[in-house]
Structures are given as C-alpha cells and as structure tokens.
C-alpha cells in the first residue's frame, strides 16, 4: 500500500511540473460552449469543408501554396528574444514537413508510407509589411509580463503586453512568447474572423532548440496544422473520437514520449492490427518521433486554404521566395547558385538555393522534381 501512494505521489509531482503539448482542442471546447456564434460557425466548417472533399475528390495540387508568415517576437529577457536564425531554422521545419522533405520519413513505418504526403504547402517570412514596406516578417515587442495566459490571448494586443497582429487574410501571425506551462495553441478556421487568429508557441520550442524533447519544432507543424483545420488524431472528447481525416486509424487517446511500432493494436474495438499513428504531425510524442501527414490531412488542409483563405493562393508578399514552377522568364543573366552556407553549388532538387543574377537580385528557389 505504501509502495502505491508513492508512486501516485510520483506521478502527481511529474504531471504537475510538465508542460502541456497543446491547448488548441480546450480553447475551442471553451469557446464553442461559451459562444453559440463559434460553436455554430465551427459545425458550418466541418459541414463545407466535407462538401468541398466530395466535390473536389479527384483533387490533385500541381502548384505549391506559400504562405507568407509574420512572427511577432514578445519578449521580457534576452533568452526570449530568439534569434533570427532560431526563427529561420522554424521555417525551414515546417518547409520540410509540408513539403516530406524531412529527413525522418523514412522512420515512417512501411504500412503507412503510400499515406504520407508531400502537402505542397510552403512557407515565407513576409517580405511586404501590411504598409506596403519591405520587412523582414519579424516584429520584436518588449514586454512587462512575465508569462502569457492562453485565455483572452493577451500576447495578441499590445494592450496586454502584446503585439497587434497583421491582417489576418494575408499573412499567418505567429506570436512567440514565454507561455504559461504550455507548448502552443491555434485558432481553428471558425474564428478566421477573429482578430486574434493564427499561432502562439513558446519561446523555447519555437525552431531549433535545446529542449530535449519538443526542440525540433514540431509543436509549430501541429499547431498550423490546427490553423488549416486538423484536428487531433483522437478526435478529441472521451478519446477514441472521430479526426474528420479517413486515412487516419481510430485511436484512442494521445501517445507521449517515442513508442515503438505497432502501439496499441486494435484500439477503439478496431481490426487494426497497426494500431494508433503515434509518428502523425497531430499525436502528442516527441518532436524526433514524428514524420509524417497523411493524404486524408493533406486534403482538408487544402480544403481549408481554397474554403476560408483563397487571398493566399494569388498572394504576393513572399518576395524572392519562389517556387520555380511560380516563376515567371526574366531576361537576366544567371552568374552562381550558392547553398544555404554560401557555398556555390550546382543545381539540386527539392532543396532551397540562392540564384544570384548579373542584375545584382538574388532569388530563393526549389527546383521540384
Ligand atoms: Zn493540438
């Protein structure tokens, strides 16, 4: 009896000083049971989005949808105040994970492998400031607050301590702040009217980082995940809830840590023999176990930018960052390509290079296969 009071005592003491992965699915639950208006607005966008799947089934994405990203940097001391090759290193993540270019694919297992997709959606830091300026896509906000609340986003005002964000037709905001005991949360596409729509993540799991666990990034590729209208793989209620994806197995709650495969075969009462998809962008394991989205994902993320953003299929913030199937013929000389060292190189598919021309611009571009 004694050995079990102990271990409780141990569990209760770790739960209490860990993190929460995400409180995007608690922050929608709150706001849909306090606001008839969201709760509706959501049903609506679950009933249009499965309309468009239907109507839309033999979609296929030639082109590549970039989205232009501003990240608003709210910081007390130094540490929070990342570097702008810390923010860098975060797109690069997401421009790996959307695209399956990330190198951890391959740690997909092979039952799932046809499923995982290339999304062909790329991001950009912003190059055009909602005054028509050029910007680098990072605002840096000095703040009193110690540690920001999920609840009424005050990081989203500069009333609060905050910054404001830009028009959200635009641009995908991301505020990056010390936050209380939390990884990260999204609006989800029912609040795309919301003033305070788009991506909080805390400061030390944004990019690149030095945190064990979830320093790989992957907290912001499952939170805009959120932001295109994902939901988690468990469906969120009592577990064992329906994710709106079809390709996605029936799982039963989410998975932590790095589990090895197969985890909890024939969950749900399910003939499952692979059980849950613990390695998806929307579980809750670590950053270094997670590989892939799956095609059901991809389109309602597509379904999601065509329905609620169709101002980020034409945009044209995103600068000299271009896919080269966007590219229009210049008439101007090519004098080197240079990798992302400032190394001159040849040219290579599917990875980001420089393109310096005799006219002195340089572009960003992805020669796709
Ligand atoms: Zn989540």
């Known amino acids: 009896m004694k050995k079990i009071i102990l271990s409780l005592l141990v569990i209760i003491s770790a739960n209490s000083f860990s993190q929460q992965r995400c409180g995007t699915a608690e922050r929608t639950q709150m706001l849909s049971e306090n606001n008839k208006e969201f709760a509706i607005a959501k049903q609506k966008v679950n009933t249009e989005t499965k309309k468009w799947i239907e109507n839309n089934s033999n979609y296929s994405s030639k082109s590549i949808i970039t989205i232009p990203v501003v990240v608003h940097v709210v910081w007390k001391n130094s540490s929070q105040n990342i570097s702008d090759a810390q ?6 993540i997401l421009n790996k994970d959307f695209r399956k270019q990330n190198i951890d694919t391959i740690n997909t297992p092979n039952v799932w492998k046809p499923i995982s997709a290339d999304c062909k959606i790329e991001f950009c830091m912003a190059s055009i400031d909602p005054n028509g300026n050029t910007t680098t896509g990072i605002t840096r906000t000095q703040t009193t607050v110690n540690s920001f609340a999920m609840n009424n986003d005050p990081v989203k005002s500069t009333s609060t301590g905050g910054a404001n964000p830009w028009p959200s037709n635009d641009y995908l905001n991301i505020w990056v702040c010390k936050l209380d005991n939390l990884l990260g949360y999204s609006t989800v596409p029912s609040g795309w009217n919301n003033p305070g729509d788009g991506v909080v993540i805390g400061f030390n799991y944004f990019g690149l ?3 064990p666990q979830y320093g790989k990034g992957r907290t912001t590729t499952h939170e805009i995940g959120h932001w295109l209208n994902l939901e988690h793989l468990w469906g969120g209620g009592n577990g064992c ?6 390709d996605t197995p029936t799982q039963e709650w989410e998975n932590y840590g790095c589990p090895a495969f197969p985890v909890n075969p024939n969950s749900c009462s399910t003939s499952n ?3 849950e998809m613990f390695m998806n962008y929307m579980d809750y394991t670590n950053d270094a176990c997670m590989s892939l989205f799956t095609n059901g994902q991809k389109t309602r993320m597509i379904s999601a930018i065509s329905l609620y953003r169709p101002e980020l299929l034409t945009q044209q913030i995103c600068g ?3 896919s080269v199937e966007n590219t229009t013929i210049q008439n101007k000389k090519l004098v080197k390509i240079i990798d992302l060292l400032g190394r001159e190189v040849k040219k290579i598919r599917n990875t980001p290079l420089f393109y310096i021309y005799d006219d002195g611009t340089v572009e960003k571009k ?4």
């Open 87 to 92: 923010i860098l290193s975060q797109i690069d």
């Open 209 to 211: 980082t030095n945190d």
């Open 241 to 246: 809830g329906n994710d709106q994806v079809s």
């Open 273 to 275: 023999s692979n059980g």
């Open 320 to 322: 000299n960052s271009v």
């Open 366 to 369: 992805i020669i796709l296969k």
